[in-house]
């Protein structure tokens, strides 16, 4: 019994160190320069997405429309379709962290009641921004979640092959990646 519980310590000592080496070759996430927050605002399409828990509902039409409110901060209404045509929609508050010019933000979707609790706050950082505001790369520092979005429902091939090949070098693994039904 000593035994088997000595070997099970060391695989996990292995499986830990080579995670670790691993996640030590990928450079620390960093965001883009600035954001022009009024010109963030309006609708996003999303094109492709890391998948997670909160999306499983959305079959197609998945949207993010952001209002800048007069506190300062950003309305945000996520929206798609279900796979029975019905439309899904959660509404969030999100605020930059740092200067007026950050691309980091916090977004919540939990009431704002809650909001004090610092868990119900997640990492939204713009990691890739087109200079005219037409596409969108969307992450958080552990690389967990990832979106690509663009402000028409289709991107040009060529640019999102492109992101690819950036994400790539950022350490994402696009394997993960699905691309998002119109």
């Known amino acids: ?18 995670l670790s080496l691993a996640l030590a070759e990928r ?74 010019n950050s691309a980091q933000l916090k977004v919540r979707f939990a009431p704002e009641w809650l909001s004090f609790i610092p ?11 087109d200079p005219d505001y037409q596409w969108v790369v969307v992450s958080e520092p552990q690389r967990e979640y990832l979106w690509i979005l663009s402000r028409s429902p289709q991107l040009p091939a060529a640019t999102y092959q492109a992101l690819l090949g950036k994400l790539d070098k950022l350490g994402f693994d696009l394997k993960r990646l699905e691309t998002s039904p119109p």
Do not use: H
Not at 40 to 60: D, H, L, R, V
Not at 119 to 129: Q, R, S
């Open 119 to 129: 868990l119900v706050w997640g990492d939204y950082w713009i990691i890739e921004l």
């Open 27 to 100: 450079p620390p996430l960093k965001t883009v320069p600035s954001v022009d927050v009024p010109r963030y605002m309006g609708t996003w399409y999303e094109i492709a997405k890391y998948p997670n828990g909160f999306q499983k509902p959305c079959a197609s039409s998945t949207q993010a429309t952001y209002s800048l409110q007069p506190n300062g901060q950003v309305q945000v209404l996520n929206r798609c379709k279900t796979d029975k045509g019905e439309w899904r929609e959660a509404l969030g508050a999100a605020r930059q962290i740092g200067a007026a």
């Open 1 to 18: 019994m000593r035994r088997g519980s000595a070997g099970g310590l060391v695989l996990a000592l292995i499986c830990g160190t080579a």
